[in-house]
T-cell receptor
Framework: DVKVTQSSRYLVKRTGEKVFLECVQD?????MFWYRQDPGLGLRLIYF???????EKGDIPEGYSVSREKKERFSLILESASTNQTSMYLC????????????FGPGTRLTVT | AQTVTQSQPEMSVQEAETVTLSCTYD???????LFWYKQPPSRQMILVIR??????QNATENRFSVNFQKAAKSFSLKISDSQLGDTAMYFC???????????FGAGTRLTVKP
């Protein structure tokens, strides 16, 4: 079974803190994604990576950065957390061919106070 | 840009009954993929069913089937013999053929009542 894991299920941070969200997949997938999920808005793509050290901006990259130093690991970084970044963050991975499904992690619910 | 619309924020159905969730999308592409994902409460999102736009035959996976109307840009999900475990958020998603940019609808919260 494909496994996508995220470092935390729940996280509480203060405004201005630097926040790291980690995602690891065990299926040798080329692609990895970070989404933000908000009620009434569905999932919105923050960044995705199609290879090690490669990244592409999604719809809402402002205030976020990413890092992919190893194929299995994709990190989302909030350089200076703000209250409007309180949300559910979902990581996903897939094979390079777009027809393949994306496999999702359990999500990290981040609260910024 | 592609957009995906799910017009039903919430729905409910009695156990063993049939329910249909609606999804429409907007695109100028001719070839693409469509997906329905399920997110159970506090559990991971999983793929329910996938449809390739170039295939005329509607996809089916056990109790789940789709009604794909390409000209109308409509992609509804039918769940037959609903079970309590079908209670979840359901997301419709669109993906172009040449990239991995998946667009999601806002979701429909389905509750199956005993």
């Amino acid at each position: 079974d494909v496994k996508v894991t995220q470092s935390s299920r729940y996280l509480v941070k203060r405004t201005g803190e630097k926040v790291f969200l980690e995602c690891v997949q065990d299926m040798d997938h080329e692609n990895m994604f970070w989404y933000r999920q908000d009620p009434g808005l569905g999932l919105r793509l923050i960044y995705f990576s199609y290879d090690v050290k490669m990244k592409e901006k999604g719809d809402i990259p402002e205030g976020y950065s990413v890092s992919r130093e190893k194929k299995e690991r994709f990190s989302l970084i909030l350089e200076s957390a703000s209250t409007n970044q309180t949300s559910m963050y979902l990581c996903a991975s897939s094979y390079r061919n777009p027809s393949y499904e994306q496999y999702f992690g359990p999500g990290t619910r981040l609260t910024v106070t | 840009a592609q957009t995906v619309t799910q017009s039903q924020p919430e729905m409910s159905v009695q156990e063993a009954e049939t329910v249909t969730l609606s999804c429409t999308y907007d695109t100028s592409e001719n070839n693409y993929y469509l997906f329905w994902y399920k997110q159970p409460p506090s559990r991971q999102m999983i793929l329910v069913i996938r449809q390739e736009a170039y295939k005329q035959q509607n996809a089916t996976e056990n109790r789940f089937s789709v009604n794909f109307q390409k000209a109308a840009k409509s992609f509804s999900l039918k769940i037959s013999d609903s079970q309590l475990g079908d209670t979840a958020m359901y997301f419709c998603a669109f993906m172009k053929l040449d990239n991995n940019d998946m667009r999601f609808g806002a979701g429909t919260r389905l509750t199956v009542k005993p």
